[in-house]
Every structure is written in structure tokens, then in C-alpha cells.
């Protein structure tokens, strides 16, 4: 039984609440904390210190890992210290947490400590999220006109732009980004370098490394600008590296106006692009993304079906978040994409510092029923969940497609769920 992904369910549904022996235990432990990249957890400010994830794994070895998303209300998963090991627990829920062989915290990178040579923490310029995902992001911030409802990064990340000596996308900006880039792009690259060497070899990495080069979004009309900018950094990623990349570069970006725009960075090694909907139905998308709404929900699906033909089947992909639209109309879009060689998947909603959202994240069973039908729609199609199960740490695709949350002749994974 796939003890391990119900209770990443139930973890990703209803958050998660350490206590003080866990927090010590964590720190103790060299454990990974919050790497402050897309989101941070409510309170975590208030936390001397608060883990970034956990690793989950099942009486027959599988092995996942889910984000330490913050607790949304009493029925949150407590993480406590019993006879010197991580207990988990849930009112109603101690027998799928008894199924589990382990739960550990995921260990900080040894890179996380160290500086470049000029000084500059190697965080600032590359992180980890999950175990093997690799974060290049050049810049901190996000310039789009209105920000989406769900998203704090601007909150999280004052400091940051305030002190940013390379780069950053300020709504309030007179100079155009590609002239900024311009004047900064050597200085950034010097550094990237330095940081990738030391960071690349390092233990979390050495079976996958999925490289992601993501940021914030520009204003919405330099998204052309962001693209070539892109494709500058993917040229340089890929001079030295593109054999260590488990999946090529995949670029998040919003879509730029132009299909050259795609074709360039697809010219400097960019593998796979992602135009990140968030949410499927029209009125969803305008209330909850309002600047991504200006750019246009149907130029992003255009483009999203210009880099299949340009990137091929599986390669264009669009993420949503799974509370902001129905259940089945979640299912429908990503039935919809899918037919088109677009790959879907979903984050669970989790509700962050600096959030406005009004929507609560969905159960667990709603969160298994989705998954489950999401894997089948990636056979249907011959698609691929995105990375693995311990990068992907606030989505089950990879379970579900694993089978890890299918009926089988005995039992249903869902009926142990309360």
C-alpha cells in the first residue's frame, strides 16, 4: 500500500506543524531550510528555524519527498520527536502514518554554505528545491502588472532586490531589462559560473539534476527581452554542462509575444519551455492571475501549441494549481492540453506569505482522485510527468503515474483516507 503518497496528500492538503522538538531535531540534523525562491510558508519569520521538505518512504522502499507547506487550520499533520526519531501524526490518520518505513528531513546541500570568490552566497545565484531540482534564477522579483493572487514572491524577496548587484525586474524601472541585462550580464556570469562548479557536483545531484532557469516575470510587455535573456544564460549552461542536465534546460517563463522569441531560445539549448496558466476556466484565470490575464489566456495557450511544433510532443508544458478551479475542470484542461502534446500537471494550493487568495487547498481525496486521473491521461497521450517524485514536492503526478494511488482487484488507496 502507497502509504508514503497518501500521506504527501495529507501533508500537501492540510499543511504541516513541527514542533519544538522537531525544529531543534531538524537543525540538529543539518536539515534544508526554506530556500525562499517562488514562496515561503506563513510564519515562517516567526520560526527560528523551519525545514524546507521531508522524504516519505513506503514499507517497500519507494521513496518521496513533499514540501513543509504551513499549517491551514487544527487538522494540520503534527511532525514530533519520538525515541529520537520524526514522528508524524493527523487526527484519524496515525494508521497511513504507521505505514511509513522512514520520514527524514532533506538535508542542506554542502554548496548552501559556501561563498564566491568575491563574496557572494552561492544561494543567491542557484537552490535546490526537493532533492535533485536545480534552481537557476537570475533575478529575484516580478514585474508583471498585476501580481497573482496566490504569490508572495515579492513579498519574501525585498531584501534580496534591494541588495541585488546583478539584476533585477522592478516594476519602476526607466532603463529598458535587455540594456540592464547588458550592463550586468558579465558580472552575472563570472559569479554563475563560479557558483555552478561548486555546486554541481555536490551529493543531492548525483543521480539527477533537473535543471530549471526560472525568475520572476518581467513587465509584460519586455517578455520578448526575458526570452532572449534566457537564452543567453542556456547558451553558457550549456557550453559547459548540458550532458550533466537530466532533462536538458527547462525554462519558466511567461510566453514571450513572438514564435521567434521561442525559437531562439531553443537555438541556445533550451529543451523544454513552461507557461504556467494556474488556472484553467476564463473567469478563474482573470480573477486569480490578473496579469497574466493582460497578457492573455489565449496567447498563452497559442504559444503553448507553437513550442510542441517547435520543441516537440511533451516539451511545451503548463502547470496549474489544484483549488483554484473545480476538481473536474482542473481534469478537463488538463485533458484538453494534453491532446495538444502540451504536458499538464498541478501544485496543490498552499497558502504562502504575501498571499491574497481567498480559495482553500482541496483534500486529500480530492488531491488523489485528480492525480489518479491525471496519470492516466499521461499514458493516454505518451506524456511524462515533469522531473521525478523527490524534485516534484507539492504535486503527485509522478506517484500517480508510478501507480502508486491505483485501485487495484483488493483495495483503494482513498478508502484509508478519513
Known sequence: MSHETLAKALILTRGIHFTEHALEMAKANGAKGQNLVYNAPKGHRIEQFRPQELLLRGEDGYQTCVSAVAASDQSAVIADVENGKLKLSANGCEHIFKGLSETIFVPEPKYYSKYTSSGIPLTRLISACGVDE????????????????????????????EKSIFFTA????????????????????KEMNEALELAINDDCYAEHLHLILISGNLKNDELDMQASIYADISKVLNSKYSKRFTEGIVA???????????????????????????????????????????????????????????????????????????????????????????????????????????KQPPTA?????????????????????????????????????????KKTAFSDPLNLLP
Not at 134 to 157: L, Q, V, Y
Not at 170 to 189: C, G, H, V
Not at 378 to 402: F, G, H, I, M, V
Open 252 to 358: 519558466v517563463t511567461a510566453p514571450p509575444s513572438s514564435t521567434d522569441a521561442l525559437h531562439l531560445m531553443k537555438d541556445s539549448g533550451v529543451s523544454t519551455v513552461v507557461f504556467n496558466l494556474e488556472a484553467w476556466m476564463p473567469d478563474v484565470f482573470a480573477s486569480e492571475c490578473p496579469g497574466k490575464n493582460e497578457i492573455g489566456r489565449d496567447h498563452y495557450l497559442f504559444m503553448l501549441r507553437k513550442a510542441v511544433d517547435i520543441y516537440g510532443w511533451g516539451h511545451s508544458w503548463c502547470n496549474l494549481v489544484l483549488g483554484l478551479d473545480s476538481i473536474e475542470d482542473t481534469l478537463q484542461g488538463c485533458e484538453e492540453l494534453a491532446s495538444q502534446g502540451i504536458t499538464p500537471s498541478a501544485n496543490i494550493l498552499h497558502l504562502d506569505e504575501g498571499s491574497r487568495c481567498k
Open 170 to 189: 522592478k516594476k519602476k524601472r526607466e532603463i529598458p531589462a535587455l540594456q540592464l541585462w547588458q550592463n550586468s550580464r558579465d558580472l552575472y556570469f
Open 134 to 161: 536545480m534552481n537557476i534564477w537570475p533575478w529575484h522579483d516580478c514585474a508583471i502588472s498585476k501580481m497573482c493572487t496566490f504569490c508572495g514572491i515579492n513579498k519574501i524577496n525585498t531584501k534580496k532586490v
Open 365 to 405: 481525496k480530492e488531491a488523489l482522485h485528480f492525480f489518479r486521473n491525471l496519470g492516466d491521461i499521461y499514458l493516454k497521450y505518451d506524456l511524462l510527468p515533469y522531473y521525478c517524485q523527490l524534485a516534484l514536492r507539492t504535486s503527485l503526478s509522478n506517484e500517480a503515474y508510478a501507480g502508486r494511488i
